[in-house]
């Protein structure tokens, strides 16, 4: 059974940082490219960032610069650190694996980032 399990979301300051976890089960983590997805309210989901098995990377544009995504292969693991947060940021962060080379993907169950001051 697939399991995608986020964790680090909660409250943020404008300007400060978080930094989400997901750990995966259940798929071999090597064949996948692993990334995170977000909605806001009244807005569809949308691609933040994006890793490759071989550690290629891409960002939405809004998140360019102050987004970094990585993965530890070891502990099937996927990160986000966020910096310099925006209100905009505010949203439910899903993980997401998708099989490379395939249609076959995966969603987590989300966590909640929220930005305010």
């Known amino acids: 059974q697939v399991q995608l399990v986020e964790s680090g979301g909660g409250m943020g300051q404008p300007g400060g940082s978080l930094r989400l976890s997901c750990a995966a089960s259940?798929?071999?983590?090597?064949?996948?490219?692993m990334g995170w997805d977000r909605q806001a309210p009244g807005k569809e989901r949308e691609l933040v960032a994006r890793?490759?098995?071989?550690?290629?990377?891409n960002y939405a544009d809004s998140v360019k610069g102050r987004f970094t995504i990585s993965r530890d292969n070891a502990k099937n693991t996927v990160y986000l650190q966020m910096n310099s947060l925006k209100p905009a940021d505010t949203a439910v962060y899903y993980c997401?694996?998708?099989?490379?080379?395939?249609?076959?993907?995966?969603w987590g169950q989300g966590t909640q980032v929220t930005v305010s001051s």
């Open positions: 997401r694996a998708d099989l490379i080379y395939s249609t076959t993907y995966h």
């Open positions: 259940g798929i071999p983590f090597g064949s996948y490219a």
């Open positions: 890793i490759g098995g071989s550690g290629h990377t």
